[in-house]
């Protein structure tokens, strides 16, 4: 492995920001009339990703997919815990039943979320939530449940200040008419672009202590930290559980459930008001440091781009659970403990998948704890979006060793 260090070990390291766009390929998130919600992850991603590039060029940007493919979220963890990465942010689109349902919500690891270690990390992350929350309802977004605390997989195994944000709901119709433009992702972009510029600022002029305490202080209710878990919403690749852990998540869960329960209200947000997009704060920044990290970066990029597209021809082997008519929500009954899944399509049906890996061995261990709760589990493969043979896979494999 070619560690990016290695290569900024002569200048000063320049910050490097993770972007995940969720999911991609066959898992396709939620989904709205005409668009899933992995379409909408990416187009907002991009976006952020280029102002970043734009403002702020001496920070390394990485991205867990450019395009529509698949990327496992144990991957989306390596690549920023590899790049020892100084910010993990993932954009979602959420989903409800409830179709009154609207805003923004972004999630971070507590202190808990680690268990056992604790999360260094937690007020940096906290910080981060809480100036994208605040930079949406600056801008007229509704806020659902604002800054939340939960072990979702990718802030609980990312080793630095990470948040999850949820940027609207597909489910109800305003959400849907707003984030479904190019207008609208775009604006949102630009929140979430100025609420990385305030991360920026604060950690780097080391205020971020104080920040965070005034955000605390004069966030309203809504955007309050409630410590409980998600369980009633979204569906996809956000989810929090390794099937290892599946015993005390499921307690949790079920806890999580009593509190969600007499938690919800109704949202009362009156809001259908346009975002008004701020104006990045022009950056003077020219300095002959920046200028060495970017040439750097272009390198790294270069380097990266080609490890890229070994990857994408790689062949992606998952499990099947079984096949069904609908997508069920993550922590269905019928799923016996074993989560996240996604979904993929299959003819008229669907297959209920679960994990995601290009190490075959990995996957046939992984089918034998499974078929203690699934007996006729087996083996699927995805090369990008294509359903393959796993003998397919294998080939393929094996071809590239020679
Ligand atoms: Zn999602």
């Avoid at 390929?25 to 909408?40: A, L, M, R, S």
């Avoid at 790049?83 to 919500?105: P, Q």
């Amino acid at each position: 492995m070619l560690f990016p260090l290695l290569l900024f070990a002569q200048g000063k390291r320049p910050l490097v920001w993770v972007i995940d766009a969720g999911h991609g390929g066959h898992d396709q998130g939620t989904k709205g009339k005409n668009i899933t919600e992995k379409e909408i992850n990416l187009k907002v991603s991009q976006e952020v990703v280029r102002l970043i590039r734009k403002h702020k060029p001496g920070i390394k940007v990485i991205t867990t997919r450019k395009s529509d493919k698949f990327v496992s979220l144990a991957e989306r963890c390596r690549i920023a815990n590899n790049a020892r990465a100084d910010l993990f942010l993932s954009i979602h689109v959420n989903w409800a039943r409830k179709k009154n349902l609207r805003g923004t919500e972004t999630f971070y690891a507590g202190n808990n979320g680690r268990p056992k270690r604790g999360n260094p990390n937690a007020s940096k992350s906290e910080l981060l939530a809480r100036l994208l929350q605040n930079n949406y309802a600056a801008s007229g977004r509704p806020i659902y449940r604002g800054v939340r605390t939960n072990r979702l997989y990718v802030t609980a195994n990312t080793n630095m200040p990470a948040a999850l944000t949820e940027i609207a709901f597909i489910s109800n119709s305003a959400d849907a008419a707003y984030i479904t433009t190019d207008k609208g992702m775009k604006e949102t972009a630009r929140m979430i672009f100025n609420a990385l510029m305030e991360y920026y600022t604060t950690t780097q002029n080391k205020t971020h202590t104080k920040t965070l305490s005034t955000l605390r202080s004069t966030r309203d209710k809504k955007s309050g930290v409630k410590n409980s878990i998600r369980v009633s919403v979204n569906s996809g690749g956000s989810s929090p559980i390794v099937v290892e852990d599946e015993e005390t998540d499921t307690k949790q869960a079920k806890a999580a459930e009593k509190k969600t329960e007499k938690a919800k209200s109704a949202e009362s947000n009156t809001g259908a008001k346009q975002a008004q997009s701020k104006k990045p704060q022009a950056e003077k920044t020219s300095k002959p440091a920046e200028k060495t990290a970017k040439a750097e970066t272009k390198t790294a990029q270069k380097t990266s781009a080609k490890q890229q597209k070994a990857k994408e021809a790689q062949p992606v082997f998952s499990i099947q659970l079984f096949s069904c008519t609908a997508e069920m929500k993550q922590k269905d009954k019928r799923l016996k403990g074993v989560w996240p899944v996604t979904f993929a399509k299959d003819g008229k049906k669907l297959k209920c998948l679960y994990g995601g890996t290009t190490d075959y061995q990995k996957i046939k261990n992984q089918l034998k704890t499974i078929r203690k709760k699934f007996p006729d589990a087996f083996i699927v493969a995805y090369l990008g979006e294509k359903s393959i043979t796993t003998a397919e896979a294998l080939k393929i494999i094996n071809e590239k060793k020679k």
